[in-house]
C-alpha cells in the first residue's frame, strides 16, 4: 500500500510566497522593530565584559522561565562560545546575517542562499 506524500513542503513556499507578495508592509514593519531589538542585544553584547551579559542572560532567563535547569544550560552555553574564542564572531554574524537578509525585502531567497543560515 502506498501512502500519498503530504505537500507540506509546496504548502509552506506558497504561504510565504503569499506573504512576501501581499504583506511586505507588516514584515518590514517587524523586522524594523527586530532589528532594533538586535542592534542592542549585539552593542550590549561587545560593550560590556562578557561574564556580565553572560550572568545577566542567565538570570534573566531563570527569572522568565522559573526553572534554574534552563538559566544554568543558557550560562554554560555561553561559557562555551566566550571559552572557544567565538564570543565576536557570534555577536557580529548572527545580527549582520538578520540584517541583511531580512524577509521584509521582495527576494525570499536571499536569506536562503547567503550562507548565514548554516
Given at each position: 500500500m502506498v501512502i500519498p506524500r503530504i505537500p507540506v513542503g509546496r504548502t509552506?513556499?506558497?504561504?510565504?510566497?503569499?506573504?512576501?507578495?501581499?504583506?511586505?508592509?507588516a514584515t518590514r514593519?517587524?523586522?524594523?522593530?527586530?532589528?532594533t531589538g538586535?542592534?542592542?542585544?549585539?552593542?550590549?553584547?561587545l560593550s560590556l565584559?562578557?561574564?556580565?551579559?553572560?550572568?545577566?542572560?542567565?538570570?534573566?532567563?531563570?527569572?522568565?522561565?522559573k526553572s534554574k535547569r534552563i538559566g544554568l544550560f543558557s550560562i554554560a552555553g555561553l561559557l562555551?562560545?566566550?571559552?572557544?574564542g567565538l564570543w565576536k564572531a557570534t555577536c557580529q554574524h548572527?545580527?549582520?546575517?538578520?540584517?541583511?537578509?531580512?524577509?521584509?525585502?521582495n527576494d525570499r531567497n536571499s536569506?536562503?542562499?547567503?550562507g548565514c543560515h548554516e
Open positions: 509552506i513556499e506558497m504561504g510565504i510566497d503569499f506573504l512576501v507578495e501581499h504583506c511586505s508592509f514593519a517587524f523586522s524594523h522593530v527586530l532589528d538586535l542592534r542592542f542585544v549585539q552593542t550590549a553584547m565584559p562578557p561574564w556580565v551579559f553572560i550572568l545577566a542572560i542567565g538570570l534573566i532567563t531563570w527569572r522568565l522561565t562555551l562560545i566566550l571559552n572557544m548572527h545580527s549582520t546575517c538578520y540584517r541583511s537578509n531580512r524577509y521584509g525585502s536569506y536562503r542562499y547567503s
